[in-house]
C-alpha cells in the first residue's frame, strides 16, 4: 500500500501512465522499514541510466569539447547533491517509506536518503516506461542544472592538484578523520594538508563530498 497522496504525487511526477504500481513503492521504500524490498537495486539501476543521459546529453549538447571538461559537468550534474536537489523541488520527501527511528531522525530530509530516493525513481520509470520516457524525465528536470553548468568549473580537488604541481609542492594529501551518525544520515569529516603550506578540515554527507569541500576551503584560505 502506497502512503496517502502517494498515486495522485506519481500520477502527476510521471507523464507516461504506470503499469507497474510495485515498482515505484519500492523504490520509495528506504531500508529502515524492515520491508523484503527497498530501493537500493533500483537506485543502482536508475544511477547508470540517470549517468548515460546526461553524458549524451552533454555530448550533443557541447560539441567537440574535451573529455575531461565534460567529465567535469557530468559529475556535477549526478552527484549526490543534485539528485537530493532535484528531489526537493519535486516535493519527494512525504512520500518516502521510512521506519519510525529514521523517520525521527529527519531521514525525510536527508540529503543522502534523497538523491537516493530520486534514483531509485528513475530507475522503476525506465524499467516500467523505457529509456525514452526515462530521458524525457530526465531532461525536463535537470534542464535548470544543465543550463547551470555551462561554464563547467574546475573541480576543487583538479585545482588544487594543479596549484600544487604548479610551484612544485607535494601532492595533497587527504585523510578521514571522523565518521558519525546514524547510518540513513553519516557524516564525513576529512582533513586535506599540502607540506609546508597548511591543512583544514569540512565535514559533508559522503567522503567524496568532504573531500571536494576541503580542497575547496584550502583553495580559498590558502592561494
Known sequence: MSQP???????????????????????????????????????????RVLGLVIAEWLYTRFTGEAEGRLSSRLNQLVSGAACADVARKLHIAPHIRLGKQARDDGGADSSNILGDVMESLIGAYYMDAGFEAARDFIH???LAKMDGVADAPKHPKSALQEWAAQDN???????LIDRSGPHHALEFTVRVSVHNVGE?????????????????????KYT
Open 5 to 47: 497522496g502517494t498515486k495522485g504525487f506519481l500520477d502527476s511526477l510521471f507523464p507516461v501512465a504506470r503499469k507497474q504500481e510495485e515498482l515505484y513503492i519500492e523504490a520509495l521504500t528506504h531500508g529502515s522499514t524492515g520491508r523484503k524490498k527497498d530501493y537500493q537495486r533500483l537506485e543502482f539501476l536508475g544511477d
Open 140 to 142: 525536463m528536470n535537470w
Open 169 to 175: 609542492r607535494k601532492t595533497p594529501k587527504y585523510e
Open 200 to 220: 583544514v578540515q569540512a565535514t559533508a554527507n559522503s567522503k567524496q563530498a568532504a573531500e571536494k569541500l576541503a580542497a575547496k576551503k584550502f583553495m580559498e
